[in-house]
């Protein structure tokens, strides 16, 4: 550990770097979580791995040993500099400077994967966290070719993404990432892993990505706009939310939906599990598309 902290000192001070706040820049500095990371992604020379936020490459120099390619997409033109000094040697390393929000993921990994030493991609990340949430439903609403996305982020965000849907931790956001993976926590990493230290407690994942969708539905957008629209209330009955929002054309039409369905009327959408509102989804697409 002390020599990842070293380094990481010398690189700030040689570069004359100061962590970015505004692009949430925490620099890792305890080797053991590093190792940990690096042990649950399973990673072999036959794996491209997209590294999201790299910095200072403090986890890049071990994903280059372990990985068949890493290609990191960094913001900060910066670290970019750094980047490009550090592992230039590298035959199995490459550098892009984007926003990763913008960029064509899924023709990248077809590019790469059409090497046929490169088997798998996989995501591997210490992710910002101000913008964790977009990258991650952009990762799964793509429907890239990815095997697993293995991420550090904020522990509360954690507790969220990886809730069973229908629990007491579970938002829209839950569904979704069911819908798309099975998702494990695997440890959390205290402040004092980080140089400057944040204020919060960060939680490594892993998103295995299913082969196919948790649960069949008539109209996938339908599906992700009731969820949605459901917790936008989150404390109002899924009877008033989907009646506020037009979902259900009034709120006798929901009544019968939920009568329909065996559903209590006063029900809450964190009560509903994910065939739940699959089913409420397929019955209003049914309706939807008989009286057009």
Do not use: W
Request: charged residues 25%; aromatic residues 8%; proline residues 3%.
């Amino acid at each position: 550990m002390n020599n990842i902290i070293e380094e990481t000192k010398f690189l700030l001070k040689k570069y004359n770097i100061k962590a970015n706040k505004s692009l949430g820049q925490n620099f890792l500095i305890n080797e053991d979580v590093i190792s940990e990371i690096i042990s649950c992604s399973n990673l072999n020379k036959n794996d491209l791995v997209i590294e999201i936020g790299p910095g200072l490459g403090t986890l890049t120099k071990f994903l280059l040993e372990k990985a068949g390619k890493v290609i990191c997409i960094e913001l900060d033109h910066k670290m970019v500099d750094i980047l490009n000094d550090r592992f230039y040697l590298y035959d199995n390393f490459k550098i892009l400077n984007a926003d990763v929000l913008k960029t064509d993921l899924s023709r990248l990994i077809s590019e790469e994967k059409s090497n046929p030493n490169i088997k798998n991609a996989k995501i591997v990340s210490n992710l910002p966290y101000y913008i964790t949430t977009p990258i991650i439903m952009k990762l799964l609403e793509e429907k890239l070719d990815l095997e697993s996305i293995t991420v550090m982020i904020q522990k509360e965000v954690a507790d969220r993404l990886t809730a069973i849907p229908g629990s007491k931790d579970c938002g829209a956001i839950t569904y979704s990432v069911y819908y798309y993976s099975i998702a494990e926590k695997i440890f959390e990493v205290p402040s004092s892993s980080f140089i400057p230290e944040p204020e919060v407690v960060s939680e490594v994942i892993k998103l295995n990505i299913r082969k196919s969708p948790a649960v069949s539905v008539k109209d996938e957008k339908l599906f992700f706009k009731i969820i949605k629209n459901s917790f936008m209330q989150r404390r109002k009955t899924l009877l008033n939310s989907l009646t506020n929002s037009q979902i259900f054309s009034s709120k006798e039409y929901g009544t019968k939906i939920l009568n329909m369905l065996g559903l209590p009327i006063n029900v809450r959408a964190e009560n509903l599990s994910i065939e739940d509102f699959g089913r409420i989804s397929d019955l209003l697409y049914l309706d939807l598309n008989e009286t057009s």
